[in-house]
């Protein structure tokens, strides 16, 4: 069964830094696509960066500039570098991922991690 384990949440001040991992229990080129959604308390989860088998990667427009995703492919996994944040990033932070075989397709997610940008 294919696992998504998210990690490098935390607490951070504005202005600061983290760097998510999602590590896949498979390739994750054997995923048609790969991405981080969040979902912050009473709020409705949101893409925040998507990256396409084409390679083309969309990002959230308030992190525009400020989120990055990229592939390690040796370690099967996905990384989420975030700066500058701010305390509307807030929130619990989902790695995702569409798993096709022919027609069928089959999205997976991992279990989350809290990301709390406070003073």
């Known amino acids: 069964q294919v696992q998504l384990v998210e990690s490098g949440g935390g607490l951070v001040q504005p202005g600061g830094s983290l760097r998510l991992s999602c590590a896949a229990s498979?390739?994750?080129?054997?995923?048609?696509?790969m991405g981080w959604y969040r979902q912050a308390p009473a709020q409705q989860r949101e893409m925040v960066a998507q990256?396409?088998?084409?390679?083309?990667?969309d990002y959230l427009d308030s992190v525009k500039g400020r989120f990055t995703t990229s592939r390690d492919d040796a370690k099967n996994t996905l990384v989420l570098q975030m700066n500058a944040l701010n305390p509307e990033d807030t929130a619990v932070y989902y790695c995702?991922?569409?798993?096709?075989?022919?027609?069928?397709?089959?999205?997976?997610w991992g279990q989350g991690t809290q990301v709390t940008v406070s003073s």
């Open positions: 995702q991922a569409w798993y096709c075989r022919g027609s069928e397709c089959r999205d997976y």
């Open positions: 498979i390739s994750i080129n054997s995923f048609n696509t």
């Open positions: 990256l396409t088998s084409a390679g083309v990667t």
